[in-house]
């Protein structure tokens, strides 16, 4: 099956400056790659996602970038603002698995004014 | 207002009892998911159901059980035989085609048996 890695698990950086996380995947079957940001106490909220057929997606201050090739996908967030402070998820689709997703195991960020 | 509803938003049960989580969604969304979130770890994927009156299990449904009868609706059980019950459990749903795989979460049941 699939495997997601994701890193760092905490990230603490200054309010205005860029903030970067990586996931990397083990099968190259794999289609979709959606980044979460849960809040605390709350369920995952979509913020963006990148297909396979692309190898960047910016939306406003965020941005996903896939290298297919080495199987690593990122998501970088920039100017950040103490509410992008949460609990970031990247996840992994597998073609023709229904839409089920593989997880990673979450990054921390912390936006300090 | 479209969206996923999970109710209640804690529950607490004692051992050796089953529990049942409601999920209901008003997106017309064909599949739904059951998830499970512990402290410090990612998703795990518990049931998920791609139609009414079919389901598969996910990497963790020992202990868990479902019934998909409505599309809306995709109640999860969690009986007295999972060993580690407690736990944040989150729903999910998405249209499941081939051009739209987005999954959409609700706000989560947290879990507390003791």
């Known amino acids: 099956g699939e495997n997601v890695e994701q890193h760092p698990s905490t990230l603490s950086v200054q309010e205005g400056d860029s903030a970067v996380i990586k996931c990397t995947y083990s099968d190259s079957a794999s289609n979709y790659f959606p980044w979460y940001k849960q809040e605390l106490g709350k369920g995952p909220q979509l913020i963006i996602d990148i297909r396979s057929n692309v190898g960047e997606k910016k939306d406003q201050r965020i941005a996903v970038t896939l290298n297919k090739t080495a199987k690593h996908f990122s998501l970088h967030i920039t100017e950040t603002q103490p509410e992008d402070s949460a609990v970031y998820f990247c996840a992994a689709r597998q073609t023709g698995t229904a839409s089920k997703l593989t997880f990673g195991t979450g990054t921390r960020l912390q936006v300090t004014l | 207002d479209g969206g996923i509803t999970q109710s209640p938003k804690y529950l607490f049960r004692k051992e050796g009892q089953n529990v049942t989580l409601s999920c209901e969604q008003n997106?017309?969304?064909?599949?739904m998911y059951w998830y499970r979130q512990d402290p410090g770890q990612g998703l795990r994927l518990i049931y998920y159901?791609?139609?009414?009156?079919?389901?598969q299990k996910g990497d963790i449904a020992e202990g868990y059980s479902v019934s998909r009868e409505k599309k809306e609706s995709f109640p999860l059980t969690v009986t007295s035989a999972q060993k580690n019950p407690t736990a944040f459990y989150l729903c999910a749903s998405s249209r499941d085609t081939l051009s739209s795989y987005e999954q959409y979460f609700g706000p989560g049941t947290r879990l507390t048996v003791t």
């Open positions: 997106l017309n969304h064909d599949a």
């Open positions: 159901s791609q139609i009414v009156n079919d389901f």
